[in-house]
């Protein structure tokens, strides 16, 4: 299942600008299609599971 960038901000609670950052790194796994950006609801989850290194997000 995939989220847009901005679902998963919203459900995270962060940014929509630091989401993309987390994805532009491939901390989390995405796919385009077309023009949207959808985030993989499976790699969000082990993300922030595994937590973030201070000063990473």
Do not use: H, N, Y
């Not at 962060?14 to 901390?27: F, N």
Request: net charge positive.
């Amino acid at each position: 299942m995939t989220l847009s960038v901005r679902q998963a901000s919203e459900l995270t609670s962060l940014s929509e600008r630091t989401m993309k950052r987390i994805v532009a790194r491939g901390d989390v796994k995405s796919v385009m299609i077309g023009r949207r950006r959808l985030v993989f609801m499976d790699s969000l989850q082990d993300f922030l599971e595994a937590g973030t290194p201070a000063g990473r997000a």
